[in-house]
């Protein structure tokens, strides 16, 4: 089993910047991959950011490419997603997910492990 964590989480004015962490315990030398998702009222699910702890390489929705920027390091299992120009619909609860296999990092249902969330909300 693979706890997750999420914090910093907050409110903040359009423009500005916030960093989420996700602390990870348990059985952590077991995740491939990690990943931030984010739920916006009355919306889906979506995918926003993952890195492969192998490689190191990163994948971004659309939306955040060029603003948010997702991070981790290995010796804390920690995943860090900085999130910066946001926007009011940036505005979501956020979760972090960890995966155990190989394979692809865009899809909800590929993870095995989820936090609680943690809400971002920004005004405009």
């Known amino acids: 089993q693979v706890q997750l964590v999420e914090s910093g989480g907050g409110l903040v004015q359009a423009g500005g910047s916030l960093r989420l962490s996700c602390a990870a315990s348990?059985?952590?030398?077991?995740?491939?991959?990690m990943g931030w998702f984010r739920q916006a009222p009355g919306k889906e699910r979506e995918f926003v950011a993952a890195?492969?702890?192998?490689?190191?390489?990163?994948y971004y929705a659309d939306s955040v490419k060029g603003r948010f920027t997702i991070s981790g390091d290995n010796a804390k299992n920690t995943v860090y997603l900085q999130m910066n120009s946001l926007k009011p619909e940036d505005t979501a609860v956020y979760y972090c997910?960890?995966?155990?296999?190989?394979?692809?990092?865009?899809?909800?249902?590929?993870?095995?492990?989820w936090g609680q969330g943690t809400q971002v909300t920004v005004s405009s």
């Open positions: 890195i492969r702890w192998s490689s190191g390489s990163t």
């Open positions: 348990g059985r952590t030398f077991s995740t491939y991959a």
């Open positions: 997910a960890a995966k155990t296999m190989s394979g692809g990092v865009l899809l909800e249902k590929v993870y095995d492990y």
